[in-house]
């Protein structure tokens, strides 16, 4: 389909139903299919755990705006990781992950993959430099860069990693949890798969946990789908539904978080209370400008240094009264938390670990002057 991204987004796998005319997608709450006769299903559904029409239809629509051949959904984020590493690694291959990944992705890596047998070594994926003396040209299977990376936004290179990585015949994998398709495909980069927490920005309304992947390729795509029927790690229709829902006003929320964040950012930058803002929007941070070649915007997620140290930088996560103090991210409800003992609690002591002064903000989609006079209070 030659539409654009709105379009897709509210129509992509989303027909109205053949039976009844209704113009949502039904929430097919069944566990099984009736079939005609011995092994002749209908539509070729037989059990909700290999195919259901909900998850089919949210599937669908991830995989046009991402511009992949097949989308596929999980019950998290997290489960749909776990499937790809266990899709394409067999215990003994190597992977290449950030030095600032998600928490839980680390905690994936480091507590459950390398005890089955999967070796990885951490590099700074915005230097392709350390991306590339980190590769173990033969066993690493995947190059995994989040960007902007969780919590530091840092951004790394999609089209220089998908050289680096192929040129090794190992996949690159972007978490696109941050940017969301709206915002950047890396697909269109060279990258091979594309990870979601859709509890994130695509669901966008804090209600529902889930995850996606999108192959580029249909071949790998394929090989997906049977893990993810043999492996189960499904989400249920009433969770496809609910981030099918979200979907549709993916990029009107995404302008919206936007704008609001270059207004935050450029408030944080002026304010004495503040060390240093992390925003890729901004002309002085160092991915600025790959960010923008790959970006549309940059986002409404900001990280910043308090200026008085792990003491302030808690107290501002313990004064605001409209940034709700959650972890989590992407609703349209600004939320405030400390990387440093809440989402990165379970980096400490690795080469992961955050700076103690670090606050995150998920800002939210309310009215601008609101937002910044509750951080001007917290601020002090
Ligand atoms: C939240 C998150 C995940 C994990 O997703 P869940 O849905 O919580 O399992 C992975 N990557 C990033 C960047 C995230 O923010």
Redesign the pocket.
């Known amino acids: 389909m030659d539409y654009g991204f709105e379009t897709l987004a509210i129509h992509a796998g989303q027909e109205p139903d053949p039976r009844t005319g209704a113009v949502i997608p039904p929430i097919y709450q069944t566990s099984t299919y009736a079939q005609d006769a011995v092994g002749s299903p209908r539509l070729g559904y037989e059990y909700s755990r290999s195919g259901n029409p909900t998850r089919d239809a949210l599937q669908e629509a991830l995989a046009a705006l991402e511009g992949g051949r097949t989308g596929l959904t999980f019950a ?4 749909a ?1 776990d499937t790809l590493l266990r899709t394409v690694c067999q215990p003994g291959d190597h992977v290449v992950i950030p030095d600032d990944a ?1 928490g ?2 680390y905690r994936l890596f480091s507590r459950v993959a390398e005890r089955w047998g999967l070796n990885w070594t951490a590099a700074k994926v915005s230097d392709p430099d350390a991306v590339a003396a980190a590769i173990r040209p033969g066993h690493t299977r995947i190059v995994w860069v ?1 960007t902007p990376t ?1 919590p530091l936004l840092g951004i790394a290179d999609i089209a220089a990693l998908a050289g680096l990585a192929h040129d090794a015949e190992a996949l690159l994998v972007v ?1 696109n ?2 940017a969301s398709p709206y915002l950047q495909q890396p697909i269109a980069h060279g990258a091979d798969v594309v ?1 979601h ?4 920005y695509i669901g966008g309304h804090s209600d529902v ?3 996606a992947l999108v192959a580029a390729d249909a071949e790998l795509g394929e090989r997906l789908a049977y893990h993810q029927n043999a492996m189960g790690a499904i989400n249920g229709p009433f969770d496809a539904w609910l981030t099918l829902r979200g979907l549709k006003t993916l990029g009107v929320r995404m302008d919206r978080h936007c704008d609001n964040a270059e207004r935050i950012a450029d408030y944080l930058a002026t304010h004495a209370g503040v060390a240093e803002v992390l925003y890729p929007g901004r002309a002085e941070h160092p991915g600025h400008e790959v960010a923008a070649k790959q970006m549309r915007r940059f986002g409404g997620m900001i990280s910043f240094r308090a200026a008085g140290g792990e003491e302030h930088a808690v107290r501002i996560c313990n004064s605001t009264q409209l940034f709700v103090l959650a972890e ?2 992407g609703g349209v409800e600004s939320l405030i938390e400390h990387p440093g003992r809440m989402t990165h609690a379970s980096a400490a002591g690795s080469p992961l670990e955050v700076p103690a002064d670090l606050v995150r903000l998920s800002v939210g989609i309310e009215t601008a002057d609101d937002l910044l006079a509750d951080l001007e209070r917290a601020l002090g």
Not at 197 to 200: F, L, P
């Open positions: 998290s984020g997290l489960a990781e998600y839980g992705t989040e969780n978490d949890t941050f990870v927490s859709t509890t994130k946990v889930g995850g989590s991210l």
